[in-house]
């Protein structure tokens, strides 16, 4: 039995202000994507692990998601509301029909629904809250009947069923279907699969999103992760010294994203030491195409110890032994910057 | 710092001059115009320099002391040590030949006076400082104006060994510009949010009223059409009565004209017949004329033809009330069916009507959840909003941080500045509870870096004090401030003349207390009292005497 598994697809995102319209446009056509994915690959099963949608979803939406649905009418779709797109009490999801081979897990509590002539039954239930503090994915008691069992599962931090790695080892399911973290990775190979976002939604979900494709054969469960491009974040960190000029800077990265394909987009994080009259300039950088975040965390060529050892009991020595001895934090540690940059200048 | 030599081979006055100074206080001594301060102006020109300005003026050492006879020979040289270790420095002055030489003479190594060997060894003073503190000349036995600012500024910047170019209140005041700019840029930015905030609380409200809209037409909606289906009155057939009536008009007047007719013809053979019987009576059988027979048969006739047309009338009305029936039964039976059909008709229209009802009705119920949904959604996204963005936090952060900075400064800057004020002033007044024998004990400066001596719980200006004890004052704080700017080696000190106003008494304690004194000393004077004192109390001295 073939399946899919993909999780927070967040139709609908509009998070951040300007990348509005790019963010929404992916989503939905990445999902269209996995349906067209799952008719070619004649999938049984389509597993969608929570936070379809962004937000409460409208009808307008759930119909087209329908009718994305009834392409596949060789699939049998089993869904949940994640914490997103939670039940709430005027929902849509409420009172949506659903297209004959759509089952939404609609209870508060554990529940299954049993798939027709596959002897498969998928558990699962819906968010009613935003948030569910209890670990409801512990003791789940299964059947066992020779029926093939998919837990089909939202959350896994403290604040959204929180559960660890090691709940699923002993389970009697078959494959566990999750979501909600971004970052899709096997937690027990072909078994328990976080399913990851499958389109990045915010800058930090790096690296490749995509959908699980799997296979269970006599309660043997294989899965194979496949990477969609529409857009994928890449961290790019790069290592400023005094000698490197700003332009020097922009080619190197211009050539980076010549060689990168055209989906990946860029976050450049400026570490290292910078010309204290020179500086970087990170708007600059912001402005290049395909950049879509620059963090600059350049500082200054400061060598305390040697201004500890020459400025030792004036104003500019004590000043970086005050600043070291308080507690170290992001304010601290740039204030030490800020008075060393100003007590230096000319 | 010890001068171990001097030896001038040319500057302004003098000429091959050879002179060892001992390691503590020397006098020298000589009458007017036999080049003191010349000798003076050589240590400190050796020691820092001397610079040709561009623009000649009185105050120009340089051209002062630039030797009359030979102004390319303008040289000489010095030797000192610096802990323990001797040195051997030499200079031209002469500003087209400037050249110096500095040589460790323990190992030979050459040093180099222009990338600031010189300087270190000096401790990182500046000739500015030197000439406030330790070159001590009595026609500015008053501290230079300038000289209250290198006080402040060598209160908040050093404590110990050298000083610095720090500019603490330029620091300060660029910490101030940039907190500003991180404030503005963050201003910037709530404004943005808070202005897409106040937008989605406007969608916000519109979506509110059309729910509520929305909600009042479902009302209405359920007010106007009750659910179930309403009693059906099927309405008689609308068949033709006008028509009806008319055929029973016409009919009534064929009935009429019938009986009209056959009455007529009744009553003239009734008559007939009465006139036939009279005229039998009268005439006995067979004796009639025959002229009342044909008209008694013509009665007959006429009797006769009424009867029948009486006849024919019935005849024709129970016919006419046949097909009466027979139409009545038949119309019946087309009303029946007809309103069959109505009926029909009519239910069909209401299920669509109610189809259509319901369908509105539905259609009202998905847009007020759709209007729901979004409000909800928009209410997250003004929850949402509400929050500060990843730039803000760090807008915010650097503000933090340069307030952190700026108060940092501004705390140590004083913490130093108290620091070295009452450092100061605890050197100050132990020098002059020694010149002055306890009587003065306790010496302050003010705000304005104003001396201020203690006398009977009074604070006094030196103004306030006799001339003898405000030059004490000075001296004290020439000496305290200039035993603060290097603590590790003290320079040599120049006193020009300082005692003058001094008494006997006076100038045998400070006298007593220079000899005390571990530094290098050198006092110029031109009375002999300073000698005299000094044998008199066996304060041991070198003595260097100039002369014309």
């Known amino acids: 039995m073939k399946f899919i598994h993909i999780a927070d697809i967040h139709l609908g995102a509009k998070s951040g202000r300007e990348r509005k319209k790019a963010m929404d446009s992916y989503s939905w056509q990445a999902f269209s994507d996995v349906i067209r994915k799952a008719g070619e690959e004649q999938v049984q099963i389509l597993l969608i692990a929570g936070d379809l949608f962004h937000r409460q979803p409208l009808v307008r939406e759930l119909k087209e998601v329908n009718y994305q649905f009834s392409r596949i009418p060789q699939t049998q779709v089993v869904l949940m509301a994640g914490n997103r797109d939670y039940l709430a009490p005027e929902s849509c999801y409420r009172t949506f029909p659903w297209g004959e081979n759509v089952h939404f897990l609609k209870q508060e509590h554990m529940d299954y629904v049993e798939l027709e002539g596959m002897d498969t039954r998928v558990y699962g239930f819906s968010y009613y809250h935003k948030e569910i503090t209890e670990p409801l994915y512990q003791n789940i008691k299964v059947k066992k009947d020779g029926f093939c069992n998919i837990l089909l599962a939202h959350g896994g ?130 402005k290049m195409d395909r950049v879509v975040q620059v963090v600059d965390k350049c500082r200054a060529d400061y060598d305390f110890e040697k201004l500890k050892l020459k400025y030792g009991q004036q104003i500019l020595g004590r000043y970086i032994r005050t600043l070291e001895e308080m507690p170290q934090n992001e304010v601290t540690k740039k204030a030490l910057y800020y008075g060393v940059e100003a007590l230096m200048a000319e | 710092m010890k001068i171990t030599e001097i030896q001038i081979k040319n500057f302004g006055k003098l000429h091959n001059i050879n002179v060892r100074p001992l390691p503590g206080l020397n006098v020298i001594y000589g009458e007017n115009e036999t080049g003191k301060s010349t000798m003076q102006q ?97 026609a500015e036995i008053e501290t230079k104006e300038e000289f209250a600012e290198v006080l402040q500024n060598y209160f908040v910047n050093a404590s110990t060994g050298s000083e610095s170019d720090i500019d603490l209140t330029g620091a300060r005041k660029r910490l101030l510009d940039k907190k500003k700019g991180a404030e503005q840029r963050y201003h910037e930015e709530t404004g943005q949010r808070k202005e897409e905030l106040e937008k989605i609380r406007l969608e916000e409200n519109i979506l509110k009223k059309d729910i509520e809209q929305l909600k009042g037409q479902q009302t209405e909606s359920v007010v106007n059409i009750p659910g179930q289906p309403i009693n059906m009155i099927i309405p008689e057939r609308d068949t033709n009565q006008m028509a009806e009536y008319l055929r029973d008009l016409r009919q009534k007047k064929k009935q009429q004209g019938y009986l009209w007719r056959g009455g007529i013809s009744l009553v003239i053979a009734l008559a007939g017949l009465l006139l036939g019987i009279l005229n039998a009576v009268r005439h006995p059988l067979g004796q009639g004329a025959p002229g009342w027979m044909v008209l008694q048969l013509f009665l007959l006739f006429v009797f006769l033809g009424g009867a029948g047309s009486v006849c024919h009338w019935f005849q024709k009305e129970r016919r006419l009330k046949k097909l009466r029936r027979q139409q009545q039964e038949e119309a019946k039976e087309l009303t029946i069916s007809a309103s069959r059909d109505m009926e029909w008709k009519r239910v069909h229209e209401e299920q669509e009507k109610q189809a259509k009802h319901q369908a509105v009705e539905a259609l009202l119920h998905e847009q007020l959840a759709e209007k729901q949904a979004m409000l909800i959604n928009l209410q997250e996204e003004i929850e949402e909003a509400l929050e500060a963005a990843e730039e803000e936090k760090e807008l915010e952060q650097q503000i933090q941080a340069y307030e952190l900075a700026y108060t940092t400064l501004q705390t140590l800057s004083q913490d130093i500045y108290q620091d070295n004020r009452n450092q100061l002033e605890e050197v100050m007044s132990q020098i002059l509870a020694e010149m002055t024998h306890g009587k003065y004990n306790t010496i302050g400066l003010d705000d304005q870096m104003n001396l201020m001596v203690e006398k009977d719980n009074r604070s006094l200006h030196p103004w306030q004090v006799s001339q003898g004890v405000m030059e004490q004052m000075y001296v004290a704080l020439r000496f305290g401030a200039g035993g603060m700017f290097t603590q590790e080696e003290s320079m040599p000190i120049i006193l020009d003349e300082v005692f003058a106003a001094f008494d006997e008494k006076r100038l045998e304690a400070a006298l007593q207390w220079l000899g005390r004194q571990n530094g290098q000393i050198f006092l110029f004077t031109c009375q002999r009292r300073e000698m005299e004192i000094l044998e008199r109390n066996h304060i041991p001295y070198g003595k260097i005497m100039l002369s014309r």
């Open chain 1, 157 to 286: 931090d403290e604040k959204h069923v929180p559960f660890r790695s090691n709940d699923f080892v002993q389970c009697d399911f078959d494959y566990v279907a999750l979501g909600h973290v971004h970052k899709p990775v096997e937690i027990v190979k072909n078994k328990v699969v976080m399913a990851g976002a499958l389109q990045p939604i915010e800058f930090s979900d790096t690296g490749e999103h995509g959908c699980f494709l799997g296979e269970i054969k006599e309660h043997k469960c294989t899965v194979e992760f496949i990477p969609l491009h529409y857009c994928e974040y890449v961290p790019l960190n790069l290592k400023v010294s005094p000698e490197i000029g700003q332009s020097a800077l922009k080619e190197f990265i211009t050539a980076r994203l010549r060689v990168a394909p055209e989906y990946q987009k860029f976050k450049i994080t400026l570490s290292g030491f910078c010309d204290e009259e020179h500086p970087v300039d990170a708007e600059e950088l912001k």
């Open chain 2, 42 to 138: 050589f240590i400190t020109g050796m020691l820092f320099g001397m610079e040709k300005q561009e623009k000649t003026g009185k105050n120009d050492s340089y051209q002062q002391y630039e030797p009359w006879n030979s102004s390319s020979f303008y040289a000489g040289a010095m030797k000192f040590t610096v802990g323990g270790k001797p040195f051997f420095l030499e200079r031209n002055f002469y500003h087209k030949e400037k050249s110096s030489s500095l040589v460790n003479e323990m190992d030979g190594e050459k040093l180099s006076v222009e990338q600031g060997d010189l300087e270190m060894l000096l401790g990182g003073m500046k000739k500015t400082t030197y000439e406030n503190t330790y070159c001590i000349r009595q």
